[in-house]
């Protein structure tokens, strides 16, 4: 029903920035909460932030406060997540999800996911 597409990833020194975006469709994109995720190897997914479906509220998980910023246009039906000030410890899979019944930005479960884009940190 919603598709996701993940883009943006890329292999960058640490100390370096990249932006990923996440373009959606097949749904209403203003009424979904959109998050970013990331998986490292051999670590469990862990959600890195999340935007509430107007644009209003933000979550960002410690490790990446003041460092990433999640943000989203509407009218292109997409989630941007940019990234600063990356370290090593920032290499993953990130993927991006939408959902639409929980309003709370701390909740986990998504209905729907993208395939991942890959991040790799140098130091």
């Known amino acids: 029903q919603v598709q996701l597409v993940a883009s943006g990833g890329g292999l960058v020194q640490a100390g370096g920035s990249l932006r990923l975006s996440c373009a959606a469709s097949?749904?209403?994109?203003?009424?979904?909460?959109m998050g970013w995720f990331r998986r490292a190897p051999g670590k469990e997914r862990d959600s890195v932030a999340a935007?509430?479906?107007?644009?209003?509220?933000?979550y960002y998980v410690d490790s990446v406060k003041g460092r990433f910023t999640i943000s989203r246009d509407n009218a292109k039906n997409t989630v941007y997540l940019q990234m600063n000030s990356l370290k090593p410890e920032d290499t993953a899979v990130y993927y991006c999800?939408?959902?639409?019944?929980?309003?709370?930005?701390?909740?986990?479960?998504?209905?729907?996911w993208g395939q991942g884009t890959q991040v790799t940190v140098s130091s």
């Open positions: 999800a939408a959902d639409r019944f929980y309003s709370d930005l701390s909740q986990k479960k998504y209905d729907y």
């Open positions: 097949g749904g209403t994109f203003s009424a979904y909460r």
């Open positions: 935007i509430s479906a107007g644009g209003g509220r933000t």
